[in-house]
């Protein structure tokens, strides 16, 4: 039989003094970090069921392993709730044991679902929030559930993410750009369609750094895997790549009239093969002349 938890409700010794209430009113108010961070984990890991009425539920499993947010979360919930615990058997494990935080409460469901998580499959209809929300802890939140921190086969520091809704994978990306100064373009993977977004060395340091700050609200293991990553350096004989080159029609216009590559790549400051490329691709219209 599964095991439950105390609801939420019980009091403890620090709300008997009145302190860390949660309060109904600011209940999922996004531009508080946990619950900006509570949400995002909520859009990628998170279930809306609707029932008969108004009855329904809103649900997370998660492994037994990272139990503790989900504690986190029902202290966060000014609502009953309750976690419950179970083993199975899966496709990939013959015991899994797992926990799930369960929600009931209308006006908490109503809430969550007014700010972007929908009834059902959610996978592809996901988007940031389009009320003020604290970004770089509801981004935290989404890498938390669906996305990955730390070292690959070779040894590199990288963050990841995967998700099927192209909203998130872009604004991650935009984000992302203001903190690493890494430009990337997402696009969907052709065996199952689905989004991998993923930062290395340098940039997946720093945005890590950024995303998990002292004392913030986390998976522990995802804090330890991002806190290690600060420890990487790049050996002496590792390239860097050269940024890439923002073309404009001003610097077409310079490109075009240049009477050699050379002078044009002394003109703009690039490569004499960037501008060779780049003046073969206006030549032959691979990308639009300047007006």
């Known amino acids: 039989?599964?095991?439950?938890?105390?609801?939420?409700?019980q009091f403890t010794f620090d709300e008997a003094l009145g302190l860390h209430v949660p309060d109904a009113a600011r209940f999922m108010d996004l531009e508080v970090p946990e619950y900006a961070y509570m949400f995002g984990f909520l859009q990628m890991d998170g279930h809306l069921a609707q029932g008969t009425g108004q009855k329904g539920q809103l649900t997370t499993e998660l492994n037994i392993r990272d139990i503790d947010i989900l504690r986190r979360f029902q202290e966060l919930t000014?609502?009953?709730?309750?976690?419950?615990?179970?083993?199975?058997?899966t496709n990939f494990a013959e015991s899994h044991h797992s926990a799930t935080w369960t929600?009931?409460?209308?006006?908490?469901?109503?809430k969550i679902n007014e700010l972007g998580l929908p009834y059902g499959r959610k996978s592809k209809k996901i988007q940031p929030p389009r009320v003020p929300f604290s970004r770089r802890d509801y981004l935290r939140g989404v890498i938390d559930a669906d996305g990955s921190v730390g070292y690959t086969k070779p040894g590199l520091p990288f963050v990841s993410l995967t998700t099927a809704s192209t909203a998130i994978a872009v604004y991650l990306c935009f984000y992302a750009r203001k903190i690493t100064g890494t430009t990337l373009h997402p696009s969907r993977n052709k065996r199952d369609g689905i989004y991998n977004v993923i930062y290395t060395k340098e940039a997946s340091q720093a945005l890590a750094e950024h995303l998990?700050?002292?004392?913030?609200?986390?998976?522990?293991?995802?804090?330890?895997?991002a806190d290690s990553l600060q420890t990487w350096v790049r050996p002496a004989d590792m390239k860097r790549a050269a940024p890439r080159i923002r073309w404009t029609q001003?610097?077409?216009?310079?490109?075009?009239?240049?009477?050699?590559?050379a002078d044009a790549a002394s003109a703009l400051g690039h490569s004499a093969a960037a501008c060779q490329v780049?003046?073969?691709?206006?030549?032959?219209?691979?990308v639009p002349s300047p007006e």
């Open 78 to 89: 000014p609502y009953n709730s309750s976690i419950t615990e179970r083993v199975r058997s």
């Open 212 to 225: 998990y700050y002292p004392n913030c609200l986390s998976l522990d293991r995802k804090k330890k895997a």
């Open 278 to 286: 780049r003046r073969w691709k206006l030549i032959h219209g691979i």
């Open 1 to 9: 039989m599964a095991e439950r938890e105390p609801s939420a409700h």
């Open 103 to 110: 929600l009931c409460s209308l006006e908490a469901r109503t």
């Open 250 to 261: 001003d610097k077409d216009q310079i490109l075009l009239s240049a009477a050699t590559i």
